[in-house]
């Protein structure tokens, strides 16, 4: 393995705690409450962080002068804040704190050069993002590495990053996706290498990985790679089975097509040491209640986390369950009568 991620996570809580003390990383105390979602069968977990409202949106005002007053964006990677810096983890990818944190030692894969946020992961991303969590597997087993990518997966910066939560504990997508691929009468069993897709109503594919260790042949990457393929074209292939549906209107068409098209393509990626996943994105957030409340939703949403801000919100998805509002962000199966093809049922 490489030896940029020699000793990472030493090196996380080193820079973590002199980046908290200093004040240049703000860690948010939140709350976790579990919703239990019988109808999907999993503990989804609700994260409530009233302070964060109060958090930047990634947009500072920059007076240029008396008169004319100009809106800048300003890329917090590049350059980075030094006190974020955490290590190099490939020859073109460095590692930096998340400056505002709710797990602490969270923190982005980030490109060292300008890379845009649209553009699909290459080979060493995926390696990278792999091999960072292959040096926490004794600390941290159950990280996640995820990716937001496009206009309309939640992500806030342009600058091409991932991003991994160091938990200690399995996320309910994990969960999920152990339950699934279990060993039982009457089920195919799921093999490394296999696709498969877990109770979440929308689009979504999943491959079990290969262990490196032991697939003749093939090292990590090449097994990174085929498996993102192949979710890229399954992801494609669905959307455009979707788009071919009678009822829907042709504004709707459209809305898939231009997902089709790399341009405007918006999808969350999920990786775990066991499983890569990704789930093409509609919408940034959810449908606009009555009362006027929408959240956000990243990745970690279809990891079966979501983030409440305020009261209103963390109400929403008590109320609802994490599965139904996040699923309302990607292309749900059952409403207006698609259904999922027979390959992808459970
Ligand atoms: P993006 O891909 O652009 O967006 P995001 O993760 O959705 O974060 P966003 O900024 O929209 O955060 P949100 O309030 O929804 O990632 C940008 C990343 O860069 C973020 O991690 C951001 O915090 C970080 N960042 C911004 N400025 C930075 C700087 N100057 N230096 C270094 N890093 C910087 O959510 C707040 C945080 O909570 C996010 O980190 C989010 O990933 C995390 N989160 C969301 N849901 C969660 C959940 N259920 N449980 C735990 N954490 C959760």
Known sequence: MTTYLNDLYSKLEAAYDAALLSGSLIFTASETQTTTET????????????????KPKGITPVVESKTHEKIERVNPFLPHDPALFVANASEHHK?????????PHHFLIVTKDFHPQTQPLSPEDLLTAWNALQALKNSHPDAIAFYNCGARSGASQPHKHLQILPITRPTPITNLVREVIQR????KETRPGDHFTVPIPCIHHAVLLQDPENTPGKDA???LVEAYIKLMDSMLMSM???AEQEHLSEEEKDL?????????LAYNWILTREFMMMIPRRQESTNLTKEGITLNINSLGFAGMVLAKTPEELELVKK???????A???????????????????
């Not at 590692?95 to 797990?103: D, E, G, R, S, T």
């Not at 309302?328 to 199966?333: N, Q, V």
């Open 221 to 223: 990457e090449d097994i």
């Open 328 to 346: 309302e962000t990607g292309f749900m199966f059952g409403k207006g009568g698609e259904s999922r093809s027979a390959e992808e049922e459970v």
């Open 95 to 103: 590692i930096l704190l998340n400056k505002f944190c709710i797990v």
């Open 240 to 242: 455009r089975e979707y």
């Open 39 to 54: 109808e999907y069968n999993v503990k989804c977990e609700v994260c409530y962080a009233p302070a964060l409202a109060l």
């Open 320 to 326: 609802r369950g994490v599965i139904e509002i996040v």
């Open 184 to 187: 039982r009468p009457g089920r």
């Open 256 to 264: 898939v097509m231009a997902g089709g098209r790399a341009s405007g």
